[in-house]
């Protein structure tokens, strides 16, 4: 379109209203959570309780958000649970904002091994140890995925070659801090490559790092097997290796740790609250949760989508949760962060 009816005297105007549009929208987001959960259908989480996903819609986060509001719905458990999409750096935007809800007893926001590699490197200001654990719900893999006609038939096979030249041997897989980094930088250590030399390439998702397999632009990828399962069943792309402790089942290939390299890093999501809530709060959270995750519809949820049910309520989760901090944080500090 033309712009020569624009004055230059303009300009400076619509960038400032655009700016504050920008502001005002953000603005929006923050106060539709809170007013959501402070609504007065909303004064406690069996009336109203709203799961933030701090992620774009259609993501993982998301995904984990949708089928928990379906089951609470469902199964009467919630009223009217209702998402809210918060997306941005791995996930500490919505960390950050949900930091800034203390004593917020309606609100639980889905998390999990990425947002904490995001916290390493993304420097927010923000750590877990600002919120309060909930629940761990579920754990789902990542898998080393290559092209069909790639000369790679084994994990062994690629690395010989990655080997060779890790700084232009390009391996694909999702954001910056996001578990496919830090199980490609965890193979690479296993193999004796600085992991800090290979060429990472991070995508937005599975669509794309599909593309970019099948483009020859990477030469292989680590994502969850979901983002790959539709490629791999139509005969695109074939997994090397699943990043588990066992062999999983409706996964064709062997573990990371049956073709020699100790990588056993799992994709686990997880709910946690504001800080500040009460003692009697944060029961009836988990109570909710422990509910949900009892019922038929839940289960459905964990078959549907191929996720392993790994939960852990409470106490047992903050626990588990300083064991992840510690393992990303030492995997991140190699890294140089």
Known sequence: MSRSHDSPARTPLRTAITVIAAVVGLALVILGVTDAARSESGSNARASLTLIAPANAGGGWDGAAREAQQALRAEGIVNSPQVVNIPGAGGTIGLSQLVEMPGESTTLMVMGITMLGAININGSGVNLGDVTPIARLTDDYDVV?????????????????????????????????????????????????????????????????????????????????????????????????????????????????????????????????????????????????????????????????????????????????????????????????
């Open 145 to 337: 995925v290559v092209p069909i006609d790639s000369p790679y038939n084994s994990v062994d096979e690629l690395v010989a070659d990655w080997k060779q030249a890790p700084g232009t041997f390009a391996f694909g897989g999702g954001s910056l801090g996001s578990l496919d980094q830090m199980i490609v930088a965890q193979i690479a250590s296993a193999a004796d490559m600085d992991p800090t030399e290979i060429n990472y390439m991070a995508h937005s998702g599975g669509a794309e790092l599909a593309t970019a397999l099948l483009s020859g632009t990477i030469s292989a990828s680590v994502s969850g097997y979901a983002d790959f399962e539709d490629q791999v069943q139509a005969g695109r792309l074939k997994v090397l290796a699943v990043s588990a402790e066992e062999p999983v089942e409706g996964i064709d290939a062997p573990t990371l740790v049956d073709e020699g390299y100790d990588v056993t890093l799992t994709n686990w999501r997880g709910v946690v609250a504001p800080p500040g809530i009460t003692d009697e709060q944060r029961a009836e959270l988990e109570a909710i949760v422990s509910e949900m995750i009892a019922s038929d519809s839940w289960a459905n949820a964990l078959e549907r989508n191929q996720w392993t049910d790994t939960s852990l309520v409470g106490e047992a989760f903050a626990k588990n949760l300083e064991e992840e901090i510690a393992i990303v944080d030492a995997i991140w500090s190699d890294l140089g962060y």
